[in-house]
C-alpha cells in the first residue's frame, strides 16, 4: 500500500501497543495534545487486541469529529521480509501480520515502529532534538534501547534494527569489565548489562554488597555518599564510552536520553567531558539532553510517525 501523505491540517492519531495497557493519543498539527485515553490490552488475544485498537481509533475519531493518520508504537519489529512482528513481549502478536491488519481494518496506511524510535521521534519532532537534524534517542530504563531520526524521519533499516545499540558490547572495556555480565541474548557485558536500571543496581551490589535500587543511588550520591557517587561515576564513564561509539558513527547533533536514569541531573554535565578522548575528533560539538516528554513520548512519537511523508 502506497504511503499516504498526511495532509497539513489532519490530526495525528498515536498508540502505543504495551503488554498491559494500549494509550491512544490525537495530535493537532502544532503538536497540542487533543484527546487521550487508556484501555487495558486483551490478554494474549490476537483479534481481541486488533478490535481493541481499531475501537480506540474510531471512538476518537468520532468524538473529535475528524479522521486522522495512525501509527503505532509497540516492542518488537515488522520483519522486513515477511512483514509479521517478531521479538514482542506481548507473545501473541509475535508472528502476526499486525501492520496489515490494522490497515484492513481502519482502511488507511498504518505505521508501526518500536517504542525507542517512537521515543526518538518524538524528541526530534518538537523535543528536545528540535531542530537538530539527526537525533540519537536513547532509552536508559529496564532495558537500553536507541533509535535513529534523520531529517525528521525514523531510520528503520534493511533490519529494521538501526539504533538498536543494547546489545553492542560495551566498548573500550577494562579488565574488571570483562567478560561482563552476562545477558539474555547469550552473550555477555553488552552496553544494556552495563547501563540499564537493574545495570546499576548489580554493579554497585557487587562492588559494595550493598542493594539499592537506581533510583536509591542517585538520591545518596546526590547526598555525598561515597559509595553510591563512584558508582554513579563509573556509570557515567561507562555511557561515555558507549555513546562515544555511536557518535563515531552517526555522528548525531543531539542524543536525547530518556527512561528512569535520563532523570539523573549531573549525566548531562559530566557525560559530554568523559566521552571525549573516545571521539575521534578534536572537539564534540554533540549535545546531550534530557528528554522534554517523558513518559508521554512513547506515545507522541506513535502519532508523528503516522504523519510521516
Ligand atoms: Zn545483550
Not at 80 to 85: I, Q
Not at 128 to 148: E, N, R, S, Y
Not at 209 to 233: N, V
Request: glycine residues 14%; charged residues 20%.
Amino acid at each position: 500500500m502506497p504511503r499516504q501523505r498526511a495532509g497539513q491540517n489532519m490530526i495525528r492519531i498515536g498508540i502505543d501497543l504495551g503488554g498491559t495497557k494500549i494509550e491512544i493519543i490525537a495530535l493537532a498539527p502544532d503538536g497540542h495534545e487533543l484527546l487521550r485515553r487508556r484501555s487495558p490490552t486483551p490478554r494474549e488475544d490476537y483479534r481481541g487486541i486488533l478490535r481493541a485498537v481499531t475501537d480506540m481509533v474510531r471512538q476518537a475519531e468520532a468524538e473529535l469529529g475528524q479522521s486522522g493518520s495512525v501509527g503505532v508504537g509497540t516492542p518488537g519489529s515488522i520483519a522486513p521480509a515477511t512483514g509479521l512482528l517478531r521479538g514482542s513481549n506481548s507473545v501473541c502478536l509475535n508472528g502476526q501480520p499486525i501492520q496489515a491488519d490494522l490497515q484492513d481494518l481502519l482502511s488507511r496506511p498504518v505505521s508501526i515502529t518500536n517504542d525507542a524510535n517512537c521515543f526518538a521521534l518524538s524528541e526530534a519532532t518538537d523535543g528536545a532534538g528540535q531542530g537538530a537534524p539527526v537525533v540519537f534517542g536513547v532509552i536508559l530504563g529496564t532495558g537500553v534501547g536507541g533509535g535513529v531520526v534523520v531529517h525528521g524521519r525514523v531510520l528503520t533499516g534493511a533490519n529494521a534494527i538501526a539504533g538498536e545499540w543494547g546489545h553492542n558490547p560495551l566498548p573500550w572495556p577494562k579488565d574488571a569489565e570483562r567478560p561482563g555480565p552476562p545477558c539474555f541474548g547469550g552473550h555477555s557485558g553488552c552496553i544494556e548489562t552495563f547501563l540499564s536500571g537493574p545495570g546499576i543496581e548489580r554493579d554497585h551490589l557487587r562492588a559494595y554488597g550493598e542493594a539499592l535500587t537506581a533510583h536509591e543511588i542517585a538520591a545518596r550520591a546526590a547526598l555525598g555518599d561515597a559509595a553510591c557517587a563512584a558508582t554513579l561515576g563509573r556509570y557515567e564513564e561507562r555511557l561515555a564510552r558507549a555513546l562515544a561509539h555511536v557518535i563515531n558513527i552517526v555522528d548525531p547533533e543531539v542524543i536525547v536520553l530518556g527512561g528512569g536514569m535520563s532523570n539523573v541531573a549531573r549525566l548531562y554535565v559530566n557525560v559530554p567531558t568523559l566521552w571525549a578522548p573516545f571521539v575521534f575528533s578534536d572537539r564534540v560539538d554533540t549535545r546531550l539532553l534530557r528528554h522534554r516528554h517523558g513518559d508521554s513520548s512513547g506515545v507522541r512519537g506513535a502519532a508523528w510517525l503516522g504523519a510521516a511523508p
